[in-house]
Nanobody
Framework: VQLQASGGGLVQAGESLRLSCAAS????????IGWFRQAPGKEREGVSC????????SYLDSVKGRFTISRDDAKNTVYLQMNDLKPEDTAVYYC????????????????WGQGTQVTVSS
């Protein structure tokens, strides 16, 4: 069972990135997926989540209107489209899978990816 987060990088403020979370060893369609981030010296926070089969989503207030979470269960992948990136979005981004409902809390998530670095310069 593995989650692989990818798509991070170094961008300038105002630019976009799309993160991907690919699952192997299990069927992602049966899981709610969350994206979390952790900046240096800060606690990990829930950025967004999407339910299974995707009817429900949730976003951190600071990313509403800029980030969009989606899922392609045929590809066993969840995406996080991040537009109008800001320096305060700089963090390591993690995806995680939960058999429960969409939540931006850490506790419900059983499987975690390794993280992908997003750095936004001003």
């Amino acid at each position: 069972v593995q989650l692989q987060a990818s798509g991070g990088g170094l961008v300038q403020a105002g630019e976009s990135l799309r993160l991907s979370c690919a699952a192997s060893g299990f069927t992602l369609a049966y899981y709610a997926i969350g994206w979390f981030r952790q900046a240096p010296g800060k606690e990990r926070e829930g950025v967004s989540c999407i339910s299974s089969p995707g009817a429900s989503t949730s976003y951190l207030d600071s990313v509403k209107g800029r980030f969009t979470i989606s899922r392609d269960d045929a590809k066993n992948t969840v995406y996080l489209q991040m537009n109008d990136l800001k320096p305060e979005d700089t963090a390591v981004y993690y995806c995680a899978a939960s058999r429960y409902h969409c939540s931006r809390r850490i506790e419900p998530y059983k499987y975690w990816g390794q993280g992908t670095q997003v750095t936004v310069s001003s």
